[in-house]
C-alpha cells in the first residue's frame, strides 16, 4: 500500500458517498441508544470536507488531513465530530510533509489517530464506540502485511461486535442493558470509513 494525495482524495470522495448513501441508517441506529442524529452529523460533515479539498491543491497529506480534520470539528457537532476530527488531526501530524503514505507511515498514523481516540474519549475497547473498530485495524495493520480487503473485514466484524456490548461511554451508556442488542452507530460509521478505504486503494 502506498497513498498519493489523490488517493487520500478518493478515499475522502469515497467515504462521503458511503456517509451520503447510508445517511438515514446510521441515525436509525442512533435512535434507540442515542439521539438519532448521527448519519445527518456526518453527513453534513463529510459534504463540506470533499467541498474543501476539492478546493484545494494539495503537495503533501498532512495539509490535505489537517482540512479534513478541522471540517469534521467545525460541521459535525457532538460527540463524533471532535472523535472524529482528533483521530484525523492526530494521523495529519504522522503524515506532515508526505506526498505519499508507505505502509510504515500509514501504521504510524493510525497510531496516533486510534491514541486520540482514546484520550478524547476516554474510552477504550469493549465499551461499544468506534474505537471497537479503530483499534481492532490498528492491531490489523501492525502484525500483518495489509492487505485492503482483510483490513475491510477487520473493520466489518469490529463493527459487528458492538451488537452484544453493553454500552459504556456516550449518550447510549444511559440506556443499560437496554443497549446492549444494537450495533453502535460511530463503529457503522467507522466501518464505511474502512471500507472506503479498501475501494480507494483498490481501483
Ligand atoms: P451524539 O451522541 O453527541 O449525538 P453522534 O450521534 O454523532 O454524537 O455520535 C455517537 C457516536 O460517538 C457513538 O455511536 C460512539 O461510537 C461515539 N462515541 C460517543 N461517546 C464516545 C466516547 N466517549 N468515546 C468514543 N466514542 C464515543
Ligand atoms: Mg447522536
Ligand atoms: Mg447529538
Not at 85 to 105: H, M, N, Q, R, V
Amino acid at each position: 500500500m502506498n497513498l498519493s494525495v489523490e488517493d487520500v482524495k478518493r478515499w475522502m470522495h469515497v467515504s462521503n458517498q458511503k456517509i451520503q448513501e447510508n445517511k438515514e441508517y446510521l441515525s436509525e441506529l442512533d435512535q434507540p441508544i442515542g439521539d438519532g442524529d448521527h448519519g445527518h452529523n456526518l453527513g453534513r460533515g463529510f459534504e463540506e470536507v470533499v467541498k474543501k479539498i476539492e478546493r484545494e491543491d494539495y503537495q503533501e497529506i498532512g495539509a490535505l488531513m489537517k482540512d479534513v480534520a478541522m471540517t469534521l470539528i467545525s460541521k459535525v457537532g457532538g460527540a463524533a465530530g471532535p472523535l472524529y476530527g482528533t483521530a484525523f488531526l492526530k494521523a495529519a501530524d504522522e503524515w506532515k510533509g508526505s506526498p505519499t503514505i508507505t505502509e510504515e507511515l500509514f501504521i504510524q498514523g493510525l497510531e496516533a489517530a486510534v491514541e486520540g481516540l482514546r484520550t478524547r474519549g476516554k474510552a477504550d475497547r469493549g465499551e461499544k464506540t468506534l474505537i471497537d473498530v479503530w483499534v481492532p485495524v490498528l492491531d490489523y495493520v501492525q502484525n500483518h502485511d495489509i492487505q485492503p480487503f482483510e483490513l475491510k473485514g477487520i473493520a466489518k466484524e469490529g463493527m459487528q461486535s458492538t451488537n452484544g456490548m453493553q454500552a459504556k461511554k456516550g449518550r447510549a451508556a444511559y440506556f443499560r442493558e437496554a443497549s446492549t442488542s444494537h450495533i453502535d452507530p460511530g463503529a457503522y460509521s467507522s466501518y464505511l470509513l474502512f471500507e472506503a478505504l479498501y475501494e480507494s486503494v483498490n481501483i
